[in-house]
């Protein structure tokens, strides 16, 4: 019930400091559990993600530094995140969203590369859509990178692609997991491409303490 309220209200909020953003390829979304892979590139994409998957219900992986403010948990808590350590993940980073899929019939919503400053994919989406037996729908966001780009209503696009081809049969080895990366990062450009040819995204440098 909370994350159907919070999602009513966040459609409200995007409205007024945004307006309305586009979607195309929304004929591709899948009418069951799947995973939404997405080159990460804001931190509030997950937002339009979770809005254009409506009415399903969207879980996603955040950091557990995250989740040590009570408020914030409460609210990462009660929207279906749950914390992932980055740098020891440990089993629950895969148990955790396979029961989302698989019991609570959930979309996750999961970025490969794990941070907006990288930009190698890792083997995590594969793994958990082997074990879910959940297709990987390739999304891509289009719009403002900067918070006063968002406020200044900047066009807004996200794409959606059709499923990542995936033997579910096949083992899963590092050759499996590198083709269906490719595979992705491949449907990500076309995605882009369909949205504006001359789009570029340039990874933001990371900023050192």
Known sequence: MFYKV??????????LLNGRFDIVGKENLPDK???????HRTWWEPIFFALVIAPRDATFMAKKELFKNPILRYIL?????FPVDRVHPGPSAIKTPVKALKKEGRVLIMFPSGTRYSEELKGGASLIAKLSKAPLVPFVYQGPLTF???LLHKQITVGIGPEIDFDFKAKLDEKQTKQVNDDMEE????IDKEIDPSFEYIPPKKKHK
């Open 77 to 81: 808590v009660h929207a279906h995140a």
């Open 6 to 15: 919070i999602r009513v209200l966040v459609r409200g909020l995007v409205f």
């Open 187 to 190: 449907a990500w450009k076309s």
């Open 33 to 39: 559990p799947y995973i939404l892979v997405a080159p």
């Open 148 to 150: 006063g780009g968002l």
